[in-house]
């Protein structure tokens, strides 16, 4: 049986990368915490040394020599601590080492009076460690061998959980591929990753983003962390950082860092503006996002469920970064405040609600990208939207605008075109006066017939 016992630790080591003296160091508490239970009691500290290959056993009540205490007082002490307990549960907490060190002036647990110490020790004193011997049973062979199991089965779980927990840790900050297995409670989706479940909370989800049960989708890994029932992965579809992974995964010039991404601002689900430089002459860090025939961002916004994403061109300078990241909307002219970090930008009325854009996206997005308050104002001056405005505000201004374009355009039309107004003008009279002469014409021959 001791042999078997043996060579199945070493075995089962061997061939999950189990440290050996880490195993027999629990399972030797393991043993302790099981005579405890069935032939000692709880006051005693116990200790125990197993041999494998002979299955021999020692155990040992371990104490530390104190101050005799009077026994009155204790029970006082106990009492005590037994209250504090009591409250820190109804706290919903547990007392600390300090508060019980506090309460507790001596532990029988671990302690031994003086007076007591010296009937094992004749010489015993203040801080000695006292082994007392304790008698194993005949029978407790069998019980050994079971424990032995169960903490082999128990390392194993904790094995595979540590080799799941750093695979994944190493991964931390990248994407994975996942299966959506089920929504839980709090509104979420458990995600199958293969070894393991992970969690996709509800506010990490994208609006408007179906996630359909068994479907396979791409999800960013946000943090891992290893809890009391194992490892606990977060994900997100949410994260500008998600966008940033994907790019790093679909573009090799960001990935061997050639093109560096300079900031991301992301309106989950609808649109993502990203900023790229490149100290390389020889490389276009636009046209290496967009790949030939625009295959490469094709990619991205599938992987982003049709998001759609404008590349930016990074720049030192504040107000060309600024022009830029109101694209597709061309800009002027850029006035700058640095002390307020606030800008105005200038552009023509055929541009205003393009550099806006629906809602205030546009605007937005750029302020966020390049860390400036941006008021986007048209040339003539008459209307003006801040990156700051309520979406409200901006539907308003943006309906102004539009209604205001459309009048102009009526009252400015060239002169090729009012010429042709007045000729659709005339067209009905011209056919009504020749429908009156053919009337008169026929009632002429009836006249004369």
């Avoid at 880490?22 to 006051?43: C, H, I, P």
């Avoid at 128990?154 to 929504?183: M, P, S």
């Avoid at 979420?188 to 990490?204: F, M, N, R």
Wanted: with cysteine; proline share 2%.
């Amino acid at each position: 049986m001791s042999s078997e016992i043996a060579k199945s630790i070493q075995f089962i080591c061997d061939e999950k990368g189990l440290n050996y003296d880490t195993v027999m160091e629990a399972l030797q508490s393991a043993l302790a915490a099981a005579y405890r239970k069935d032939f000692g009691n709880r006051q005693q500290n116990i200790f125990c040394i197993f041999d494998p290959e002979t299955g021999d056993m020692k155990m040992w009540d371990e104490k530390e020599v104190a101050e005799d205490f009077d026994e009155e007082q204790l029970e006082k002490d106990q009492e005590e601590l037994s209250k504090r307990r009591e409250e820190a549960r109804k706290e919903e907490r547990e007392l600390s080492e300090e508060e019980i060190e506090d309460l507790i002036r001596f532990n029988p647990k671990t302690q031994i009076m003086i007076s007591e110490a010296k009937e094992h020790k004749k010489k015993a004193k203040v801080g000695d460690i006292i082994k007392i011997n304790l008698e194993v049973p005949g029978d407790f062979g069998r019980m050994a061998a079971q424990t032995a199991k169960q903490v082999i089965i128990q390392k194993l779980r904790e094995a595979e959980r540590n080799i799941v927990f750093e695979d994944f840790k190493t991964q931390e900050g990248g994407t994975t591929q996942g299966v959506i297995q089920r929504r839980d409670r709090t509104g979420g989706y458990l995600i199958d990753l293969g070894k393991i479940t992970g969690i996709l909370p509800q506010s990490e989800t994208v609006p408007r983003e179906r996630y359909n049960l068994g479907s396979r989708m791409k999800f960013y890994i946000a943090s891992v962390a290893m809890g009391n029932r194992g490892p606990e992965i977060v994900l997100s579809r949410k994260d500008n950082r998600m966008v940033e992974s994907v790019f790093e995964q679909e573009i090799p010039e960001i990935g061997n860092e050639e093109v560096v991404i300079k900031g991301i601002a992301r309106d989950a689900g609808s649109r993502s503006k990203v900023a790229v430089s490149t100290d390389d002459d020889s490389i276009d860090p636009i046209g290496s996002c967009i790949g030939q025939r625009g295959s490469r961002i094709t990619t991205i916004i599938d992987e982003l469920g049709g998001e759609k994403v404008d590349i930016i061109q990074y720049s030192e300078n504040a107000e060309e970064y600024i022009k830029q990241s109101l694209s597709p909307a061309k800009v002027d002219h850029v006035e700058l405040n640095e002390e307020e970090k606030e800008a105005i930008a200038n552009v023509a009325a055929d541009q205003f609600s393009l550099a806006i854009g629906r809602g205030g996206q546009n605007v937005r997005l750029a302020a966020d990208l390049t860390g400036w308050k941006i008021k986007v104002v048209d040339l003539g001056g008459e209307q003006e939207v801040s990156s700051e405005d309520d979406e409200t505000v901006i539907d308003s201004t943006l309906e102004e605008s539009t209604s205001a374009e459309a009048t102009a355009d009526k009252e400015e039309k060239p002169e090729e075109e009012k010429v042709e107004e007045v000729k659709e003008e005339k067209k009905p009279k011209a056919k009504a006066k020749k429908a009156t002469k053919k009337k008169d014409e026929e009632e002429e021959v009836k006249e004369k017939e």
